[in-house]
C-alpha cells in the first residue's frame, strides 16, 4: 500500500507570494492532517479535513487554508508569504475514529513533507 | 488543555545500553499516547501508541513504552541501543473522546537520541 505523497518535496519563494502543497493519503484513509514543524515553535497543528470537510482548525492566520477533494487529497495554500513561513510542512493521513465499524486507532501516518524557504 | 512535555532536549547512550527517552502528558479524559521518530530531512515514522489496555506497550525496532497513569508518563525505553537508532523522537497525545480528535495531535518539542558506538 503506497504511503502518504507530499509534492513538492522542496520550494523556495520570496516574501509576498503564495504557494500551494499537495499531498496524497493512503487509500482507504479519509482524515487528512497538516502539521507545520520549524526548530523553534516544533511541531505544530495546522488544521485537519475529513470528508471535505475542515473539522480541526490550529492557531496560524487566515493566510493559511486548506482544502479537501472528494477522492481525499487535500493541499494547503499559505498567501502573502513571510520570512517566518520558512518550515516543513508535513501532511498526515489516518482512519476515522468513529463508530466502531469504521474505528482506527489512531495513528497518523506522515509524509516525508514539503520543505518550504521564503526569501 | 491538552500538553505533552519532553524535559531532555538530548539523550546521549553507548551502543548496547539501554536507552530511556521521556515524556510526561497532561490532557482531559483517557488519552491516546504516541511516540514517533524523524530522521533528517524525512517525515515522522510511527513507532507505537497507548490506547488501552496493558501499560507495557510493543512498537517498531524493539522500541516499548510505560504507560503510568499516576504519574502521567509514557516512557519510550528499548533495551540495547543502536547507532541507528540515533534520531529525534517526538511524544504525541490525543483526547480521546466522542468525537473525532484523531487527526489534530499535541506533540512534545523532541528528544534528540544520540547512540554512540
Known amino acids: 500500500k503506497a504511503g502518504v505523497t507530499q509534492t513538492p518535496r522542496y520550494l523556495i519563494k520570496t516574501r509576498g507570494q503564495q504557494v500551494t502543497l499537495s499531498c496524497s493519503p493512503i487509500s482507504g484513509h479519509r482524515s487528512v492532517s497538516w502539521y507545520q514543524q520549524t526548530p523553534g515553535q516544533g511541531l505544530q497543528f495546522l488544521f485537519e479535513y475529513f470528508s471535505e470537510t475542515q473539522r480541526n482548525k490550529g492557531n496560524f492566520p487566515g493566510r493559511f487554508s486548506g482544502r479537501q477533494f472528494s477522492n481525499s487529497r487535500s493541499e494547503m495554500n499559505v498567501s502573502t508569504l513571510e520570512l517566518g513561513d520558512s518550515a516543513l510542512y508535513l501532511c498526515?493521513?489516518?482512519?476515522?475514529?468513529?463508530?466502531?465499524?469504521?474505528?482506527?486507532?489512531?495513528?497518523?501516518?506522515f509524509g516525508e513533507g514539503s520543505r518550504l524557504t521564503v526569501l | 488543555a491538552q500538553s505533552v512535555a519532553q524535559p531532555e532536549d538530548q539523550v546521549n547512550v553507548a551502543e548496547g545500553n539501554p536507552l530511556t527517552v521521556k515524556c510526561t502528558y497532561s490532557v482531559s479524559g483517557n488519552p491516546y499516547l504516541f511516540w514517533y521518530v524523524q530522521y533528517p530531512n524525512r517525515g515522522l515514522q510511527f513507532l507505537l501508541k497507548y490506547i488501552t489496555g496493558d501499560n507495557l506497550v510493543k512498537g517498531s525496532y524493539g522500541f516499548e513504552a510505560e504507560f503510568n497513569k499516576s504519574q502521567t508518563s509514557f516512557h519510550l525505553k528499548k533495551p540495547s541501543a543502536l547507532v541507528s537508532d540515533s534520531a529525534l523522537y517526538f511524544c504525541?497525545?490525543?483526547?480521546?473522546?466522542?468525537?473525532?480528535?484523531?487527526?489534530?495531535?499535541?506533540f512534545g518539542q523532541g528528544t534528540e537520541l544520540s547512540v554512540k558506538p
Open positions: 498526515a493521513s489516518s482512519l476515522e475514529l468513529g463508530t466502531s465499524s469504521t474505528r482506527g486507532t489512531g495513528e497518523l501516518f
Open positions: 504525541a497525545v490525543s483526547a480521546r473522546g466522542l468525537y473525532n480528535q484523531g487527526g489534530k495531535l499535541i
